[in-house]
Nanobody, 115 residues
Framework: QVQLVESGGGLVQPGGSLRLSCAAS????????MGWYRQGPGKQRELVAT???????NYTNSVKGRFTISRDNVKNTVYLQMNSLKAEDTALYYC?????????WGQGTQVTVSS
């Protein structure tokens, strides 16, 4: 069965950086557009960034210029480099296909931005 395992979250001060990773298994990873999603406290889950099989990236406006999504089709892994983090980036971050597949949600990785 498909597994998506996120890692790399943590506690970081405002202005700091983190790099999230998502390792995929039991899926032909290179075929699919992948996405990073997040759900902040009291908020609905939102799509943050996507990357196509060919490497074209798109971002939600709030993270443009600060976050970079990338992928390694050999390692079946998608990354999210997050710079200049703000308190409002605090959320549980998930990866999934884009559009998301309900059964593929993993546990996510918590990112907390606080001084």
């Amino acid at each position: 069965q498909v597994q998506l395992v996120e890692s790399g979250g943590g506690l970081v001060q405002p202005g700091g950086s983190l790099r999230l990773s998502c390792a995929a298994s039991a899926i032909t990873f290179s075929f699919y557009t992948m996405g990073w999603y997040r759900q902040g406290p009291g908020k609905q889950r939102e799509l943050v960034a996507t990357i196509t099989s060919g490497g074209s990236a798109n971002y939600t406006n709030s993270v443009k210029g600060r976050f970079t999504i990338s992928r390694d089709n050999v390692k079946n892994t998608v990354y999210l480099q997050m710079n200049s983090l703000k308190a409002e980036d605090t959320a549980l971050y998930y990866c999934n296909l884009a559009p998301a597949v309900v059964n593929y949600w993993g546990q996510g990785t918590q990112v907390t931005v606080s001084s």
